[in-house]
Structure formats: C-alpha cells, structure tokens
C-alpha cells in the first residue's frame, strides 16, 4: 500500500468505512451504559420516560379523560384517595389522577416549548455576538445584560400582565425573559473556542463567517447547551407551575400542576391531597431532570 | 533559485491597545514595526527570536491572517496586502500554515476526511468526487494508512496530529508553508520524524517554508537562511551555516550564548542577557536593542540602524557591525554578554 497509494480499491473505502463506524458507535453505546449504570440517573430516566408517556398517552391512560380536561363531576367532591379514585377528587369532584395525567400534557409540554424555543433564539445570537466584536455583537451583549439584570419571573410576570393571562401567553412570557441565558452561555464558549487554531486554519482557506459559525463553531457548543437544555426543563417547568399558581398562566378549568396546587391550596389542612399530589409530580419530575442532566454533564465532560 | 517568491516591504501590524471609551485606542502594540524582507523559492527561512518579539505575528501577517497596518506584500509579483477575503481567496490556495498546537488546529467534531475535504475545497485541480481518493493520497504523503480517513482528530497522537495538519496545509497545492513552532508541541523523536518529513515534502514539489522557532539547533539543520527577530524588528538575516558561528550582531550572538551546552564539565557559563525585553507598545528609541547591548554608543539611543549588506542574501542592522566584525568580538569571545 505504501509502494503505490492508488493501488487502494475504491470499494473497499465502504468496508473500511463501515467498520471505523461500528467503532465510533461502540463508543457511543459504552457511554449510554456508562450513563445507565449510575442508579440515580437510571431512576430519573424513568421517571421522565414514564411521565413522557403519560403526558402523551393521556387520553388512553387517564381513568376518566373528561375530567381530566376538565368536567365537572359534583357527586363526588373532595374524596380521599379510594378504589374508584385512586388519589382523590378535587372540589369540583374530579378524579386528582386524571387531573394529574392531563396537567403533565401541559406542564411538560410548556416547559420544552420554552426551553426549547429560548435556546433557539439564544443560541444563534450568541454565536453571532461572540464571533463579531463589532457594533451587533456589542448590541447583543447590553440587550442581554438588560434582561439578565432583573429577576426573570418578574419578567415574565409583568409580560403576562400586558398580554393577558392564559397557557399561550404565559410561554411567550417566560421565553422572553430565558433566552438570554443561552445567548451568555453561547457567548463565552464561542469566546474562547474562536481561539483556538482550527478556526484560524479556517479563515486561512478562506471560509466565511457564516460557514465558520455554522460548521466550526456550532457543533462544538453543542455539549454544554444540550446540558443546559436539559437542566434547564425543570426550573421552566416549576416557573411554568408559578405563573399558574399566581392565576397568570393556565386558566382553569384546564388542568396544570401549578394552577392544581392553587386550588387545593384553600384546603390543604383538610384535603391535602388536591395540591400534594401535583406538587409531587411536579417535584418528581424536576428532580429527575435534574440529576439526569448532571450524570449526562459528567459524563460528556469526562470524555473531553 | 534566486527568484523571491515573497518579498515584504516595511510592513507594520499594529494591535490597538488600551482602547478609550469610544474605542479609539490610545496607544498601540508595535508586534512587527517595518520589515522588509524576501523569501525566496525554494528556500527554508528560518525565523528566531525570544517569546513575544513578534515571531508568529510576522508569519501571520505575511499569510494576512493579522492585520496589516502598512507595507507590502507581494506574492509572486503581486501586491497581496490590501486585498479584501474574496480577492485572496485565490492566494489563500498557495500559501499555508502549520500551527504549533496540532491538538488545537483539528476541529474535534470533524473525521480527518472532512478536515481534508474542506481544504481540497480550494483546490482547484481535484474535482469533489475524488475528494475521497485525494485524501488517501495526502494521508500516504504523511505516513499516515488509508483507513485514518473516517476518524476523529483525538484518536490519534501529537505526531501524527501534526501530519495530519501538514497533509492538511498540502491540500491545497501550496507554494509557501508558514511552520508556526510547529515541532515545539512534540517530543523530541517526534520532531524529527515530523522535521525529516517536512524536508522530504519541500523537495517533492519544491515549497518554500518560513520556519519560525525559537530552537537554534533546528534551525541550523533546517533552514538555508535564518532571520533574527528583536522587538518586532528583523535585525539580522544569514545563511543558517555562518549565523551563529559568526554572527554579525551582537543580539545574535547573545541567543547563541544562551543555548545551554550538553556537557557539565565545559565550565562555560551561560550568556543570560541583562535586562528586559522591551515592551512592544513602548520600544526604545533608535536600536531597539541598545538598552541591553554591551557595545552601545551615543548613537545608538538616537538613531535607527539603516540595513547594511554583509552577503548576497544577508544583511545585519547595526550601527558597528563593522567594527564588531573587524575585530572580531562576536566571533571567538568567551565573555558572556
């Protein structure tokens, strides 16, 4: 092969190909197992798998879907835990695991829509404003230190106030108020991976900005923004819940784990399940994207 | 072998420094202050001079990858020093650079066809179907097997990093490689079988390098000719044979001084310079290195040393080069400076 590097077949680039595949997803598959074997980590993924499946297979799942969206079922208010219902009913009567189900759907969802949609926002910009130290870098970095120098939630409020109160409004309100944490987190990185020579070998062969950006720059943030992604699913869910619990979110008679923590709250000394069981919900799950996220920090910054 | 293939002509990069509120800068880092030199075809020129003299910003403004305050820089004949991106893409092809951190100049998330496939981009000679093919050639240029192709950058060791950023720099076809410290990252085994293989290319389609290190004794067995650096300005260039045998300049002479020699009982002691290395935003007048010279005169605090020729591809600035030569101080003598 030295002698005469043209002697190489063409095909035989699949095979090596191939194989140098397998490798790389070996290495993909001990690091699952890694990840899996710490307990912890194991735990929470299925607590999120279960909670996903519930919030998506709410209508099959739910012992009654109608209550669970809202229907009023006066004969049986304020029941304790039971066969029939199995923890509880609400002061409308409504079966507490329906509601819990069907309040997942919303919480859940809420959250990855704000996360989801505050890292799209951020992301780009950061990489824009960490790459260009001209005047739109420079306008980026003050609009953001503008948003991060108040408390969010006081942010997000406020929006929710001027737009008016509902489910929708209250996601466009937390995004605004979230996105700049991504567009700092992006900025330092870009920050000091820009320094390093393989974009300089870029720039020499003459690439763009965008190009850099875009193939350079973006994949190698991607790491810490999908840990940030991650443990950033509980804290939108839990300000989610808040904007509820204070009547600025979902409205009733939808169902979600902060606005059902709110209307058990008058009586909690005497019906304690109507906001204990949401509230574990919502504590469970926040946890558990919590300590999955961690483990998947360790592990991804272990492996460099 | 005579042609210049690069010649720079009193070139300035001046970094902006101690920015005002307005961001106008209020004083400026001189990291290369009027250069003028040539690099001809064929040639390995070798650039030295102690840590933060300018060495790399040099290289880099000669590839324009720093800014070039003023001066020019022909390539070939052409005047590369004002063009804008898009009219150097062109030249970008011909000229290359291998850094010193090899680890650090190989994107992490890019499988080394990737990494290759983007600078056979600019060349114009291979067509993208047999970007695959190229690649495998490039990869047998450097010692390296064809199945490297489809792997990551860490999967490999600091040697073959470094080969890989060098089949990297051939992609393109280049004439002219900048060498940015590019053996300082390796161990010593390793720097010589980068280093033989860097000679071996040079010969095989007849580049040019500019090699910039601060290890001499590379140098002496690398370069043709040697170009000393002080305080972002060139103050000597040589044949690399004669440099440090008989230098011309007295800073010359002190780097040589300072090299440690491998032999305890040689009583020599070592020739540390006195002073500082003098700040680049605020070098001293006349002589960059008249506050650190033990043959300094009135003159030399006053006045900037012309060029003076001592051969046909070498030349010194020194007020008393002649005189230093004449009676043979830097030559022979064993008192340190």
């Known amino acids: 092969m030295k002698?005469?590097?043209?002697?190489?077949?063409?095909?035989?680039?699949?095979?090596?190909a191939q194989k140098v595949i397998q490798e790389h997803r070996k290495v993909k598959w001990f690091q699952l197992r890694r990840l899996l074997k710490r307990r912890a980590a194991f735990l929470s993924l299925i607590i999120l798998v279960l909670a996903l499946a519930a919030a998506v297979f709410a209508p099959w799942i739910a012992p009654y879907p109608e209550q669970g969206q809202?229907?009023?079922?006066?004969?049986?208010?304020?029941?304790?835990p039971s066969s029939n219902y199995v923890l509880g009913t609400d002061v409308y009567g409504r079966d507490m695991l329906s509601r819990v189900i069907w309040g997942g759907r919303i919480s859940l969802f809420g959250g990855a829509c704000i996360v989801f949609f505050a890292a799209f926002i951020g992301v780009p910009l950061g990489l824009w404003a960490g790459y260009n130290e001209g005047i739109s870098g420079a306008v980026i970095s003050r609009i953001v230190e503008l948003f991060l120098s108040f408390p969010s939630t006081l942010i997000a409020m406020a929006i929710s106030i001027l737009i008016g109160a509902g489910w929708f409004t209250a996601i466009i309100a937390l995004i605004i108020p979230w996105w700049p944490w991504y567009t700092r987190l992006v900025q330092g990185e870009v920050l000091s991976i820009k320094q390093m020579l393989y974009v300089e070998a870029a720039q020499m062969l003459g690439y763009g900005k965008l190009y850099i950006i875009f193939r350079h720059l973006l994949p190698n943030i991607m790491t810490p923004v999908m840990v940030m992604i991650l443990l950033d699913l509980g804290p939108a869910i839990i300000a989610i819940g808040?904007?509820?619990?204070?009547g600025l979110g979902t409205q009733p008679p939808m169902a979600d784990w902060g606005l059902m923590v709110w209307e058990g709250a008058p009586n909690i000394l005497s019906e304690w399940w109507i906001s204990i069981v949401p509230g574990c919900a919502m504590f469970m799950v926040?946890?558990?994207?919590?300590?999955?996220g961690d483990a998947l920090k360790d592990i991804l910054d272990s492996n460099g | 072998m005579n042609e210049s293939l690069i010649s720079l002509e009193q070139i300035n990069t001046w970094f902006p420094n101690n920015k005002s509120l307005l961001g106008k800068p209020r004083s400026w880092i001189k990291a290369v202050s009027d250069v003028s030199l040539n690099i001809i075809e064929g040639e390995c020129l070798g650039l030295v001079g102690e840590s933060g003299c300018g060495k790399s910003t040099l290289g880099r403004a000669i590839l324009r990858l720093a800014p070039l305050s003023s001066g020019e820089i022909r390539f070939m004949g052409d005047d590369i020093g004002k063009l804008d991106n898009k009219w150097l893409k062109p030249y970008r092809a011909k000229m290359q650079m291998v850094f010193q951190d090899p680890k650090a100049s190989l994107n992490p998330k890019m499988t080394i066809f990737k990494i290759l496939s983007?600078?056979?981009?600019?060349?114009l000679r291979v067509e993208k179907e047999n970007y695959l093919e190229q690649s495998v050639k490039l990869l047998d240029l450097v010692d390296l097997r064809p199945e490297h192709i489809y792997r990551y950058p860490h999967e490999f060791s600091g040697g073959q990093q470094q080969r890989i950023c060098i089949a990297r720099a051939l992609a393109t076809d280049p004439k002219f490689i900048v060498f940015d410290e590019a053996t300082s990252a390796l161990d010593v085994s390793v720097q010589a079988q980068v280093i033989s293989l860097m000679r071996e290319l040079q010969d095989k389609f007849n580049l040019t390098y500019l090699f910039i290190s601060h290890d001499l004794s590379i140098m002496e067995y690398v370069c043709t000719r040697v170009a000393v650096m002080y305080a972002g300005q060139i103050i000597e260039v040589q044949d690399a044979g004669s440099l440090f045998d008989a230098p011309r300049h007295p800073y010359t002479k002190a780097l040589k001084n300072a090299v440690p020699i491998a032999d305890p009982e040689s009583g020599k002691e070592l020739g540390i310079l006195k002073g500082e290395v003098p700040k680049l935003s605020d070098p001293p007048t006349g002589?960059?290195?008249h506050p650190r010279c033990n043959y300094k005169e009135d003159i030399c605090s006053k006045k900037s040393p012309l060029v003076c020729k001592t051969g046909e591809n070498s030349w010194v600035r020194c007020h008393f080069h002649e005189k230093l030569w004449k009676q043979g101080i830097l030559i022979n003598s064993k008192e340190s400076l």
């Not at chain 1, 808040?242 to 204070?246: A, E, M, Q, R, T």
């Not at chain 2, 983007?118 to 060349?123: D, G, K, R, S």
């Open chain 1, 3 to 16: 002698d005469n590097p043209m002697a190489v077949q063409t095909d035989s680039y699949d095979i090596m």
């Open chain 1, 242 to 246: 808040l904007l509820s619990f204070i």
């Open chain 1, 70 to 80: 809202g229907a009023v079922n006066l004969e049986h208010r304020l029941q304790p």
């Open chain 1, 286 to 292: 926040v946890i558990a994207f919590n300590i999955f």
């Open chain 2, 118 to 123: 983007e600078a056979l981009a600019l060349n």
């Open chain 2, 287 to 289: 002589c960059h290195f």
